[in-house]
């Protein structure tokens, strides 16, 4: 890639996390000493490529990293790879006077001390010669086969990616296509930009302030999304230095400053930890993480002064997922804990495949709270290098990498990769999608949402019951009426938070279409374009005809539909013998009791007796008052008079579907009122007449079987007088 490098006017690396083991642990490997990157490159240019099947002098540091992870990985297409790469681009430089072969070595290592497998690297070493140099991707595929072939034409399409706002939609889009059927691709983009990154000085300030933008708004967050923290935290903190520099410089301070303390409270807590979990017999690792720059600037921000434990966290790395949690478990009983910072990522991991414990304890001596991570090795290895630990998503799965089911678990596309690539098919156009996306990378935080069955959704900070619809039913969601969001009914609109229990009410029709509304409570990429999408195939249609406008009252917030009856209420319909000769007979309207329920009466004035159920709390009022009660009783007749009380979400026809319903149940609708929406939510009240109180019970139900219904009952008792 035409990465023009520069002098090392970038900011330096952050000190490294010092260490301390719990004994017994595994014996350390001897760090590895700088790159010097221009001698490799002078010796490169001098040739000293050796010849036959002898590894490169070159190459050995990329070979070191590379047996650290992958001990049985056969070196034979690095040599090959890194001959056609130098002999290609021997005679190029760079615009700090390196030769250009120092750029695909850099790239190359940075993958290899990530643990890329073999097949990556051989493609990071020729991922600029089908570009910039006379060598062709058919010689490419016939030297090394398929797999790199397919890498190195991949990564060569992405330097065609132009970042300008003109060609930002479909470029990207491209982009996705290019390399969202192999992750592999992006892993080698983003190291490429990282080297690029580092060795940006030697170009005009407007050219690094552009592609620190671009870094920034576009390949950050993409490096989040994978899961590749050890790049995403570099590459935030060489973008702060080109775009903030005071303020790097001010944080560089401060770092600088912290280090010349004489006592450093992280690393006394470091050794009480290690302590407590020695003395539990648990075998951890404790390590001492310095914030990376933009982390410490975060901080910074919040706390003023700093104190000597908000340079860092620990990180306590033990062999099982169980020895996690008896990490945990030693720390908040033999420490100070500080319940509100705890997190466990192991039992819901991020979607970027993150997981880890969260927690903090508190110093004893001053009240420094210290942030610790526990997370086993494994976990450790996929929290910095995401994707790229993954490995080749051809080879056969280990033991580790499969499901029961036989099939593997995550080859190379995490859940938001799989997403996004849905999100591009689904687009009604480009720039629907450019936006979507772009709005997507902005959010960088992330809430767990559970399923009543025990499952979780990963769901963007701010999200929705429209984005939980989707993101667990897809296009399905379409027919979502509601929610009930720990256990209590909620609207599509409402805010989810972290933690929340969401269960879904949804309808049955497969036509269903979804409320224009919902476009502006969705917060996610796959939620707004499959709404967009339905929406843009069935668009709005006006009738003339008057018959259908009750059917398309009931929307969101569409005015009330208020269909009563005019003049007097019909005598009640139900047989009741009252044990007052001679008296009118009145079924209260505050509980409409039917047969079979249990009745009682009042006199009221003018002789007429009121019937009431005896649950009605009326009646408790009425004998509390010393009103004495009539006797009554249900006479022959089974016909009835019923008030009951309909609550649904609101959506077009409703209306006409609920009283067909109750139709089909031989149901006459004596008078109904239905109440303005609130929130989405409609109240609707029947009274009706029923041939048969027997059949009550079967209208209730078809009732609540009409989609957006979500609860019927009998018009509860009134506090009221009679």
């Known amino acids: 890639m035409n990465a023009e490098a520069v002098n090392p006017a970038s900011p330096g690396p952050v000190p490294p996390a010092t260490t301390g083991a719990v004994a017994p642990s595994a014996p350390r490997r001897k760090a590895r000493p700088r790159i010097d990157l221009r001698r490799l490159g002078r ?93 062709t991707l058919d010689q490419v595929g016939e030297e090394f086969g398929a797999e790199v072939r397919y890498l190195v034409d991949g990564v060569t399409k992405l330097e065609k990616v132009d970042y300008g706002a003109a060609a930002e939609p479909e470029t990207f889009r491209k982009m996705l296509l290019a390399t969202g059927n192999d992750v592999r691709v992006m892993s080698i983009k983003l190291a490429d ?68 303390r004489a006592q450093d409270p ?62 945990l478990g030693e720390l908040h009983t033999c420490m100070t804990p500080v319940v509100s910072e705890f997190k466990d990522f192991i039992a819901v991991p991020k979607f970027n495949l993150y997981q880890s414990l969260h927690t903090a304890v508190a110093r004893p001596q001053d009240g420094q709270v210290v942030e610790v991570l526990v997370r086993t090795h494994q976990m450790h290895k ?45 687009a009604p156009d480009p720039d629907t999608f450019w936006s979507t996306l772009r709005e997507d990378l902005a959010q960088d935080r992330e ?78 990429p796959a939620a707004r374009i499959a709404i967009q999408r339905r929406l843009a195939a069935r668009p709005e249609q006006t009738s003339a005809d008057p018959e259908e406008a009750p059917r398309t009252s009931l929307t969101g917030d569409a005015p009330a539909a208020r269909p009563a009856s005019d003049g007097p209420a019909p005598r009640p319909a139900a047989d009741v013998l009252a044990d007052r000769p001679g008296a009118a007979v009145r079924l209260a309207g505050c509980c409409t009791p ?72 031989g149901a006459e609708i004596v008078s109904a009122t239905v109440e303005p929406p609130d929130r989405q939510r409609v109240r609707h009240t029947y009274t009706v007449l029923l041939p048969d109180a027997a059949r009550l019970p079967g209208l209730m139900r078809a009732m609540r079987d009409v989609p957006g219904v979500y609860d019927v009952s009998r018009a509860q008792p009134q506090t009221t007088g009679v």
């Open 43 to 135: 010796a490169a240019l001098l040739g000293s490529a050796a010849r036959g099947r002898q590894l490169p002098d070159a190459i050995g540091h990329v070979v070191e990293a590379h047996r650290a992870h992958h001990p049985d990985a056969d070196l034979d297409p690095l040599r090959r790879a890194y001959v056609l790469a130098e002999s290609s681009h021997r005679g190029q430089m760079r615009k700090s006077g390196e030769p250009y072969i120092t750029h695909p070595l850099a790239v190359t290592l940075i993958l290899a001390e990530l643990g890329a497998e073999t097949t990556t690297l051989t493609a990071s070493l020729l991922h600029d010669t089908v570009e910039d140099t006379d060598v």
């Open 382 to 426: 996929v929290a910095e290098a995401g994707v790229v630990a993954l490995g080749n998503p051809y080879a056969q799965p280990t033991e580790d990498q499969s499901t029961g089911d036989g099939e593997r678990a995550d080859p190379t596309r995490p859940g938001w990769l799989s997403r996004l690539l849905d999100w591009q098919r689904g």
């Open 594 to 665: 039917v047969p079979p329920d249990e009745i009682t009466g009042f006199a009221v004035r003018g002789g007429v007796v009121t019937v009431h159920r005896a649950e009605c709390a009326v009646v408790a009022r009425m004998k509390g008052a010393g009103r004495p009660e009539v006797g009554v009783r249900w006479g022959e007749s089974t016909q009835c008079r019923v008030t009951l009380l309909a609550e649904s979400f609101g959506r077009p026809h409703l209306l006409a579907d609920l009283t067909e319903a109750m139709a089909v149940e």
């Open 447 to 524: 809430i767990t949402v559970f399923r009543p069955d025990g499952g979780t959704l990963g769901l963007p900070d701010g999200a929705t019951c429209v984005d939980a619809a989707y993101a667990q039913y897809g296009e399905d969601a379409h027919a979502a009426m509601g929610a009930r969001v720990n256990g209590r009914l909620a609207t599509m609109s409402t805010v989810l938070r972290d933690g929340d229990t969401v269960q879904l009410l949804m309808g049955q029709d497969p036509a269903s279409e979804p409320s224009r509304e919902w476009l502006e409570h969705a917060r996610t």
């Open 193 to 260: 930009r990282l080297h690029n990154m580092r060795t940006l000085g030697v170009m005009r300030r407007e050219k690094q302030e552009r592609i620190a933008k671009v870094t920034r708004d576009v390949l950050i967050p993409l490096a989040e999304r994978l899961g590749v923290q050890a790049l995403k935290s570099e590459l935030e903190d060489l973008v702060f230095a080109v775009m903030h520099p005071e303020e790097y410089a001010h944080t560089r301070e401060l770092v600088t400053a912290n280090a010349a």
């Open 266 to 327: 992280l690393a006394e807590v470091a050794e009480d930890v290690r302590q407590v979990l020695r003395e539990a017999d648990i075998s951890a690792e404790v390590l001492i993480r310095p914030r990376h720059f933009v982390s410490l600037h975060r901080v910074s921000r919040k706390r003023d002064p700093l104190r000597g434990a908000d340079f860092g966290r620990l990180l306590v790395l033990v062999q099982e997922d169980a020895d996690c949690y008896a990490v």
